[in-house]
């Protein structure tokens, strides 16, 4: 309770020290806009997995005056937007020998203008849809992050309504991309969606740089499957190591969740603060806060330092998807720091997480995660490419160092890295993880993007499972 304590004390403090800076800000407001403000907008399509990326055909500018004058059919069909993206891709996994894996695929997303507010949209994956079985064998099933099975679904179908900048609802199959516990709809080292989501998501943009977020979902549709169901990462042993909870056991499956977040810019943007709160039915209660500030005193050079906290519980103690499946009560609590220095082509990142809890809770205290866990997107700043405190399990320290370099007018990336973690679980006692990440984003073809990784995790000796190792070659393009 000492460290969340203290770490409320400094996400108070920054929060202040942005507040007040506002006041020397207000001069300069109106050269930059605040992130939150146009987050809600007709340019911002938050349900389009490559909204952000480059694209070989571009994005079509929204025009309001040109809109005013279109009838049903026009504002319908004429206006919107829409991405495809293929790619194929090469794994080896393993430990040991290993074995290979291959994948080829295409996500086509699209959305309709809107009419009085309300558009349509979808998103279609087809990985795989002949020769998976061919292509990897026996080990058709044995990388579903690739993913390497066969993978024709809807991952998303939704109906939205936007009204001016203040508010928009998306209701169907969607993806959320804005919560932290939560994984999204896009990774770039993953060929299909992350995870969608059946539910509804509701953004309001209260002013002064406030955005509130408010969602509920009953099921979600993880990489590689087809379908929304009501089990999680938890149950389909999705971790390099074989999962935790199997499929069979109907008492670990969830029946929804709901959660409440706000997040704050301030300060140019230079400021950030969020304030989560999750309901994971049937896997816990997760409260969780972060913040970074950012220093700017050249125009090449940056500072930026961060702090989060959270605490994770199962109320009054009732049973739950761990306990019925004898792997310990849900009680945790988490904190992490990190530091960014950025200078023209070359930063660095130093994150630090402890996470802690009684010795017979689950995992000695381990956070968890339903939506990330062993797909490693958790928001801690320590967690690697593999595997992080939450997606081993087990409460414990990790340190992580990570320098970036960028070239070629940023389009190429190169991101090695060390994860070392003390943990509360002998098997994972003295773990290391190095890794090795690639990105090219080539120039001459406006939306070919080529990904490489090399990862390797070192485990004890007490761990019967030895060390992993993971190596994936992925080529895309996006139209």
Known sequence: CVYIKFLMKYLLCLFLLASSTDVFAAAGESAIENTNAKFISPQNYIQNPYAALVSGGGTKPFNESQTANQNFAERLFADGTWNIQAGASAQYTGSGAGYPNYAYGANLFGQTGNVAGFSVGGLFTAMNPYFATQMNGYNTNASPFLPSNEQVTLSEAYLEYQHSNVIQIDAGYIGINNSPWLSENYYNNAMAPGTTYQGILVNVYLGGGWLLTGLTFNSAQTISETGFT??????????????????????????????????????????????????????????????????????????????????????????????????????????????????????????????????????????????????????????????????????????????????????????????????????????????????????????????????????????????????????????
């Open 230 to 479: 009501s089990y999680t990462f938890y149950n389909k042993g999705y971790d390099y190591l074989g999962g935790t909870i199997a499929n069979n056991n109907p008492s670990v499956t969830s029946s929804g969740t709901s959660a409440l977040g706000a997040s704050y810019a301030a300060w140019d943007n230079q400021y950030n603060l969020r304030l989560w709160g999750y309901q994971f039915n049937n896997y816990g209660t997760l409260l969780y806060a972060d913040n970074s500030i950012k220093f700017q005193p050249t125009k090449g050079l940056s500072f930026s330092l961060a702090a989060q906290a959270g605490t994770d519980n199962q109320l009054n103690n009732t049973n739950n998807a761990l306990t019925n499946d004898n792997l310990g009560q849900i009680s945790s609590n988490f904190i992490g720091v990190q530091g960014i220095i950025n200078y023209d082509w070359f930063s660095l990142n130093l994150g630090y997480n402890n996470v802690w809890g009684p010795s017979s809770a689950y995992g000695g205290g381990a956070i968890v995660t339903p939506y990330t866990y062993g797909f490693a997107t958790d928001p801690l700043y320590t967690t690697p490419y593999m595997s992080g405190l939450a997606d081993l399990g087990t409460a414990g320290t990790a340190y992580k160092i990570s320098p970036t370099l960028t070239f070629i007018n940023g389009n190429l990336s190169l991101a090695p890295a060390y994860t070392i973690f003390n943990t509360a679980l002998a098997e994972w006692n003295g773990t290391q993880e190095y890794d090795f990440v690639a990105s090219y984003n080539v120039p001459q073809v406006k939306g070919l993007t080529l990904f490489g990784v090399y990862a390797y995790q070192q485990v004890p000796d007490a761990n019967s499972n030895g060390s992993t190792y993971i190596t994936q070659l992925y080529v895309s393009y996006l139209y």
